[in-house]
């Protein structure tokens, strides 16, 4: 009987970054190759089925590994740069160019990295699945504004802005970051508010960028109709209707994920 770790590979459906047809197929084909006893499944087709496997492999960029990140609870996570000169991906340590078979065997053994995730509660009832990057309230149609009440801590005022992200601190690394926001070190227990382009607000000074605790989290409350929320990057978009209360808490179980030095493995 064999011990070796079940290991399932997600990619995305079709070639992504201007990759050609041919270049993403050569690619996938390279990793197949790579991890032989892999499952391989399309993005498309994820379950929560996903959570049986020893080990999740996710070929493309943070996109993919979030998409992925969603349906495990304790399965560890690895995150492979599918096209790195087209990619970020600040989630993803492994670049497939780099790959090697020695390399690609010594992935399943390497050291777990927990990284926190936030549950979004509506009116204190879990909506979603537990995210990793960040939570974006705004309103629908993302060229209009949107109205709300934001409550951090004993500080409540109304806004008029482009809309709120309450990121992880992963996530601070990603759009919080674009939009202003100070980075959060990957191993903070805080969390990150950031307002997006305020228009107006009730108070002097704004409320603008703020961390907090996973216990003592900000609330938002839409003051119009048409309002939305986007769970990592829209992954999981769901309406938020005016007088129900938006939060966020501590998902129990955090993502583990798996990094690795590859210079450090290359030059040994």
Do not use: K
């Not at 009832?125 to 309230?137: A, E, K, R, V, W």
């Not at 990150?192 to 609330?219: H, I, K, Q």
């Amino acid at each position: 009987m064999s011990n070796d770790p079940r290991l399932a590979l997600v990619f995305p459906d079709r070639h992504e970054h201007g990759a050609s047809p041919a270049a993403f197929r050569d690619a996938l084909a390279r990793l197949t190759r790579l991890f032989p006893g892999a499952t391989c499944i399309p993005r498309a087709r994820l379950t929560p089925r996903l959570d049986e496997f020893d080990l999740v492999l996710t070929a493309g960029g943070d996109g993919t590994l979030l998409d992925a990140a969603q349906y495990l609870t304790d399965t560890p996570i690895c995150g492979i740069r599918l096209f790195p000169d087209r990619s970020v991906g600040y989630l993803c340590t492994l670049d497939a160019d780099a790959l090697s078979p020695e390399l690609a065997d010594a992935i399943p053994g390497l050291p777990r990295h927990p990284l926190m995730r936030f549950e979004c509660l509506i009116d204190g009832i879990p909506s979603g699945p537990p995210f990793l990057n960040d939570l974006l309230m705004a309103h629908a149609c993302p060229a209009r504004a949107s109205r709300y009440r934001i409550t951090l801590r004993d500080a409540s005022q109304t806004q008029c802005s482009s809309g709120v992200w309450i990121a992880t601190p992963s996530g601070s690394h990603a759009a919080t970051a674009a939009a202003g926001a100070p980075p959060l070190p990957a191993a903070s227990p805080l969390g990150l508010l950031c307002v997006r382009e305020l228009c107006r607000s009730s108070a002097t000074p704004p409320l603008r960028t703020a961390t907090f605790s996973p216990d003592c989290p900000p609330t938002l409350e839409p003051c119009a109709a048409n309002h939305r929320v986007f769970l990592d990057g829209g992954l999981t978009r769901f309406d938020l209707h005016p007088s129900q209360i938006l939060s966020v808490r501590r998902a129990p179980h955090p993502i583990q994920v798996l990094h690795i030095d590859t210079q450090s493995h290359i030059n040994t």
